[in-house]
């Protein structure tokens, strides 16, 4: 086969000439050429164009979809396509959990790539749901939280995520994320030119005026914690009230509640103004605070104490013998007390987000186990070097070594050991193993993490004592230089990925995290619920938040309850729950199939159109892509055992009963005429494209086969109807001579019914001796009962309390549950979001009604209308109701009708052609969004007004009027009359004296506020119909009048059931009774 021209190279490892200047050289061409997709094998090398391509559009979407991967161009969404179809099992494969790792430096397109093949895998799936809508919100919501500018990435992520995917057949279930190390410091100090995390340049720039007094915030300068970063707010104002208003809409839609959301930012202006505490010390270097100010703000939004906030952060109360004994902080340590305090705080906040994101993400219905699948994505922060490197750095720099070990463990060393093992013909591939620093980090009992635990636990230990144990213990170590001086507490590792030295400075503090003493009960106590209920929470193994406080399955010896001073004793550092992280995600990754994203960083200075070759080439090297490419090109990534093979394979040779025998694996191997493949002891050996190839194969059977079933079918089923047509025309047959014979009856009971008559006229009436009449009809049949009977159930009943459930509602936390410490954390699992079967399902009638009048009254009041009910309001209408009612309108006329099939509302309107329909769903928040759009609005009039003046993605024009009932309904009744009865009105009421007197945060408060009743509210009139009130329907817990009844409608039914009853007696009369003289 002829090379294709440089830059022309799709899969490298089909290179028939490989070194690292080829590799490059392609990798240039095609960066240049804008191809910055390339394969090696079935892995994907990403190089970041640092601008916009415009190769991520619906149509490039539409053309990766359930595509070849060989026909199209390498594409991130090709990735996205194929673990999606492994995952459901395409093409004869075996369906698989998938976990695609996308690793590479800071700001080399990780994170960017993740939302890319989320996007993809939503529209694989012809997603379109609300849950859909909702995964695609949790990336830029964590990103505002959890991501920071630093020097290498202006949104580098400051913690790492795992996002898992649950699909049944083939749809999205749910999603569960699980965040690793978050980096709190940031929060307290910055380097030079970089930032902290987004979100406090996005409320700064974004909160309206009223909202930066209730949280009295001022101009950005005067935050200390912002100090390195006050840039960031003048930078692009613009840019970050755009974001924040980007953030409220994906809060809105993933499900946070306006309170929710206005504790959030609560807590995190505390932060703020934390920062701003400042200490002074007195002759007797006791600490106090000089400016009370702060601290009245801050326990004022955390609704704390303030004297027990001062108290905290600049002493420690202890009791010996029985008295209290008050020892003062140094200023030093006052101020690590404060910079604690923010930590934990912003740091609890983000776990319990992202536990809220699982729990509103999570599936809402049961799947057996073994039908569901996943496809988990992992984004970390990647390997990072700066001038100065710190215990975060060596933690995310640990976490790229161990994906980097995975990486070469899955493509080199397991697949190398198993040629060897079958017997292969191979010969090896050398490969840079990272095992050794992996060991440096995580060795026990001698390993870096496990020597600064243990140096933790001494008060006294310094950073000093750190290193120098570092250098007595590792000093031999190959990856370990010490530094020259003894004195200077630096140390250097040489990572797979560079050398990196690393300053001691803050390691001890950081890693043990611990609070200083008294702060968790305080702020245990708050009245602030979200504080509450974050520091009630305990913390996992892995460091996350758990709110139901299970007990880890987890093995303890029998009888063992450990006391509460050894659980303290066993507190996790941060280290200890970063290797626990480590070892989960480890676990996760090897129970599926993994999918390897390689990405690159083309230059050092985030710049479109340049591409470094230096940089390149030692990116190219230390991940060891040269060694990749020849592994893949000569390598077998598929090992199927023969078992396996033959089982998912045995169809090519038509013989359904085969057995899984190497001869039978050779057999089929030859039908389908592939080559280059390897048969070994107990497993066959395939290159990755001919998993591809054999799919073509079975492709081919696959049309073959529809092709005789269509033949088949279609022969027999013509035999079959033949039969029937002869059998039906024989049963006509019958029908018709027993036809004749009925008729020859008839005729003849006519004539005989004649006779009779004929010979009772001869016979006198003296012979019977009474009058004229013969039949006396009986009483008539009743009148079947009003068709409102059912109404009148629904409304005079009341509700039990398990009717009340809030079907609303996500499953709330069990508060009581947690535990007031952090001491059990290695016995607390994570939470587990099991979906409750719901009684209340709605595609019920009864359901959505019930629905409609416990929750909705509010949203289609409106008391600019007689009958209080917005014009554009209609009931549970069908589709075709709908359009009849809007056909010969203008165009933008619009009503909003109840679906029956979901608790929901359709949106239909008058476009130029013809009449559209747009779902609207409820979010569990009660906020509305069309279905499809992004945008999340309060109130179904606010999504009306907002449609006034803004567009739907896919029609181009705006809504204008509303379409009301009058002279549109012919029946004369309103089409919501079965919803809108006594206990609508009851609930209305309810709800807006809720509104008016309930005691409202400034937050909480609708951006509209519904305007207070009129006075005359005790006898709201009813929909102007001709409506009467029934007294059987009085039965009413709010004494309101009932909705109307339709009188004339009732008229009517009764005048067509007594006419059409007197019909039914002439005609019995005709056939049956004498006619009355
Ligand atoms: N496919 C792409 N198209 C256009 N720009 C991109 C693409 N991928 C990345 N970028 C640009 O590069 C920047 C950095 O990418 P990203 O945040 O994904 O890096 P990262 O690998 O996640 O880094 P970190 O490890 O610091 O989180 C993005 O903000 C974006 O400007
Ligand atoms: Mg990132």
Not at 815 to 827: F, G, P, Y
Not at 1055 to 1068: D, I, L, V
Request: glycine letters at 6%; hydrophobic letters at 35%; aromatic letters at 10%.
């Amino acid at each position: 086969m002829e090379r294709p021209p440089p830059g022309k190279v799709e899969d490298l490892a089909t290179l028939a000439k490989l070194d690292e200047k080829v590799l490059l050289d392609e990798l240039k061409i095609r960066y240049y050429n804008n191809d910055i997709y390339t394969y090696v094998g079935d892995i994907l090398i990403a190089v970041n164009p640092f601008r916009d391509l415009g190769i991520y559009d619906d149509q490039t979407s539409n053309l990766y979809n359930l595509a070849k991967k060989t026909e199209l161009p390498p594409h991130i969404f090709a990735i996205a396509d194929s673990a999606y179809q492994c995952m459901i099992g395409h093409g004869g494969r075996t369906p698989e959990n998938q976990c695609i790792l996308i690793s590479g430096e800071s700001g080399a397109g990780k994170t960017e790539s993740t939302k890319l093949i989320i996007k993809q895998l939503v529209e694989l799936c012809h997603g379109n749901t609300q849950l859909e809508q909702q995964i695609l919100q949790v990336n830029p919501l964590l990103e505002a939280f959890g991501n920071a500018q630093t020097l290498m990435n202006d949104n580098s992520s400051r913690f790492g995520k795992y996002i898992q995917l649950q699909f049944h057949n083939g749809q999205v279930l749910g999603a569960k994320i699980s965040e690793y190390l978050l980096e709190k410091s940031r929060l307290v100090h910055q380097g030079s030119g970089e930032e902290t995390f987004h979100i406090f340049y996005y409320m700064m720039a974004g909160l309206p005026k009223s909202k930066q007094e209730q949280f009295c915030l001022t101009a950005a300068d005067k935050y200390r914690y912002l100090a390195c970063g006050t840039a960031g707010v003048s930078k692009d104002k613009e840019s970050s009230k755009k974001k924040y208003d980007e953030l409220l809409n994906a809060l809105d839609l993933v499900g946070f509640t306006d309170e929710e959301q206005y504790d959030m930012f609560t807590m995190v202006t505390s932060v703020l103004h934390l920062g701003n505490i400042t200490f002074e010390e007195d002759d007797k270097d006791a600490s106090y605070i000089p400016e009370m100010a702060p601290v009245d703000v801050v326990a004022k939004l955390l609704g704390v104490d303030s004297q027990d906030l001062a108290g905290t952060m600049t002493s420690i109360v202890t009791h010996t013998r029985g008295e209290q004994v008050t020892r003062h902080y140094t200023k030093q340590q006052a101020e690590e007390a404060r910079d604690a305090v923010a930590k934990i705080l912003y740091g609890r906040l983000f776990g319990w987000i992202v536990n809220k994101v699982n729990q509103l993400l999570a599936p809402t219905h049961i799947v057996p186990h073994s039908e569901q699948r996943e496809i988990g994505i992992l984004d970390i922060f990647g390997f990072e070097h700066f001038e100065k490197n710190s215990f975060e750095q060596a933690c995310i720099n640990l976490a790229n070594e161990q994906l980097q070990y995975f990486f070469n463990h899955h493509v080199f060393k397991q697949e190398q050991e198993e040629y060897s093992r079958e017997g292969i013909d191979w010969k090896e591939i050398k490969f840079v193993d990272n095992q050794p620093l992996l060991d440096l980090f995580l060795g026990r009992p001698l390993g870096i993490l496990t020597v600064l635990d243990e140096e933790s636990k001494f008060p006294r230990a310094t950073e000093k004592t750190l290193v120098a144990k570092f250098n007595e213990k590792f000093g031999k170590v190959a990856y370990y230089k010490p530094a020259q001086s003894s004195k200077d507490s630096r140390f250097t590792i040489l990572h797979y990925a560079g050398q990196v030295t690393y300053s001691g400075e803050g390691w001890l503090e950081k890693n043990r995290d611990t609070l200083p003493p008294g702060v968790m009960e305080m702020l245990q106590s708050s009245n602030n619920a979200l504080v509450k209920s974050i520091f009630k929470a305990q913390v996992t193994r892995t460091g996350s938040l758990a709110f139901q406080g299970r007990q880890s399955t987890r093995k303890t010896r029998k009888g063992h309850r450990p006391s509460l001073e050894a659980a303290r004793k066993r507190k996790l550092t941060v280290g200890g729950q970063f290797k626990n992280s480590l070892q989960v995600l480890m676990e996760r990754m090897t129970s599926a199939t993994p999918i390897f994203i390689r990405c690159l960083k083309p230059n050092h200075v985030k710049a479109p159109g340049s591409f470094d070759m230096k940089y390149i080439q030692q990116q190219l090297l230390y991940t060891g892509m040269l060694e990749t490419t020849k592994i893949r090109r000569e390598g077998f990534a598929v090992r199927p055992s023969f078992e396996d093979f033959v089982n998912k394979y045995k169809v090519i040779l038509c013989k359904p009963t085969l057995a899984g025998t190497r001869d039978n694996c050779i057999k089929i191997l030859k039908a389908t005429g592939i080559k280059g493949w390897q048969v070994g002891k107990t497993k066959v050996f395939l290159k990755y494209y001919h998993i591809d190839e054999i799919a073509d194969v079975l492709e081919t059977m696959g049309k073959s086969a529809i092709t005789l079933q269509r033949i088949a079918r279609g022969f027999l089923g013509r035999r079959q109807a033949a039969r029937r047509k002869e059998v039906a025309r024989q049963q006509a047959q019958k029908v018709a001579e027993l036809l004749s014979q009925i008729d020859g009856l008839s005729m003849k009971l006519i004539s005989q019914q004649q006779t009779v008559l004929q010979n009772d006229k001869n016979i006198p009436q003296s012979f019977f001796g009474r009058p004229d009449s013969v039949l006396i009809e009986g009483p008539p049949p009743p009148v079947p009962d009003f068709p409102y009977r059912d109404l009148s159930s629904i409304g005079g009943v009341s509700l039990t309390s398990s009717d009340k459930r809030d079907y609303l509602q996500p499953k709330t936390f069990a508060d009581s549950a947690t535990q007031a410490s952090d001491s059990e954390e290695d016995e607390i699992s994570d939470d587990e979001f099991i979906p409750v079967p719901s009684t209340q399902h709605p595609g019920h009638k009864m359901a959505s009604v019930r629905w409609f009048q416990e929750t909705q009254a509010t949203q289609i009041y409106d008391p600019s209308q007689q009958n209080f009910i917005a014009e554009w309001f209609h009931g549970v209408i069908s589709r075709r109701q709908s359009e009849m009612l809007l056909k010969e309108k203008p165009t933008g006329t619009f009503l909003i009708r109840v679906s029956e099939s979901r608790f929901g509302y359709t949106l239909s309107f008058r476009a130029e052609q013809r009449v559209r329909h747009y779902m609207i769903d409820q979010l569990r928040n009660k906020k509305f969004i069309i279905v499809g759009e992004s945008k999340v609005h309060k109130t179904l009039k606010d999504l009306i007004e907002y449609l006034k003046d803004n567009k739907l993605s896919n029609w181009d024009g705006y809504l204008v009027e509303p379409c009301g009932q009058k002279s549109n309904y012919e029946s004369g009744e309103c089409d919501y009359g079965e919803l809108v009865n006594e206990r609508f009105y009851f609930t209305l009421e309810e709800q807006i004296k809720r509104q008016k007197t309930g005691k409202q945060r400034a937050m909480r408060e609708s951006s509209r506020p519904l305007p207070p009743p009129p006075e005359n509210w005790q006898t709201p009139p009813l929909p102007d119909r001709n409506y009467s009130l029934a007294k059987d329907m009085e039965r009413d817990v709010s004494k309101r009048p009932l909705p109307p009844r339709p009188a004339e409608a009732y008229q009517r039914l009764l005048h067509n059931q007594t006419g059409r009853r007197s019909a039914f007696k002439e005609a019995q009369h005709n056939v049956y009774a004498p006619k009355k003289k």
